[in-house]
């Protein structure tokens, strides 16, 4: 498993990041990874652009949906049963958004290896590729100013906050309210809403401390990668009559 990890993830994102430092000899390391994070974006873009049409196709469907439970409330066989068969028919995926995430993870867990084990700012030749040359010099001073090797509360803060906006833009199209106050919830529906707006909360809190107590590097990826991501958000929704 570390072999394959190593040849499918370490390797060719180490060979990339030094490429990039050779190519643009006058970025920072806070730059290159940035650079870096958005061809990892872009890279995974129709994944995240499916993961953006299904929380609003779900949000569609939500009135097929509160029926089928009401349909079958006693039967959970069959609820599930249809349920799928209408995620099916509609195109929609649940899981879309964790694929992204997940994908995600084993990257950062690479750069954390890379700007804190691998030897950086100094280069291992002994790992690039033919085709891939060391460069002269690696400034890991972001604009001059963040060691992005070491912990920087200002990097991990601007991740935690773009985080809460992130996800207030992703489940504020989702929200369970209905405009009937005198509809009854139900127990599930209640915990749903409840851990939704939650997590609207409690993450941001968790990346802050998270990526501050790993490095900068990872709070700035996450940082780079939350914007995208809202950048995304807004032009997919805005465009979702034209693709949908």
Known sequence: ????????????????????????????????VILLTLIVRLALFPLSKKAVLTQVRMQQINPELKEIKERYKDNQEEQARKTLALYKEKGVNPFSGIFVLLIQLPIIFALY????????????????????????????????????????VVLAFFAAVTTFFQLKLAT???SN?????NEKKSFGEDLAQSMQTQMKYIFPVLVFFISYKISGVIALYWLTSNLFTIGQEI??????PKTT
């Not at 033919?130 to 060691?147: R, Y």
């Open 1 to 32: 498993m570390s072999a394959l990890y190593h040849s499918l993830i370490f390797y060719p994102l180490y060979n990339t990041l030094v490429g990039l430092f050779t190519l643009l000899p006058w970025a920072d390391a806070g730059i290159v």
């Open 113 to 152: 290896g890379i700007f804190l084990h691998a030897g950086f700012p100094g280069v291992d030749s002994s790992i690039l590729y033919s085709f891939v040359h060391a460069p002269d010099e690696i400034n890991t001073m972001f604009l001059g100013l963040i060691n992005i090797t070491e912990k920087s």
């Open 172 to 174: 504020g199209g989702l």
């Open 177 to 181: 309210k209905s405009n009937n106050p």
């Open 235 to 240: 032009v997919v929704r805005r465009n979702i």
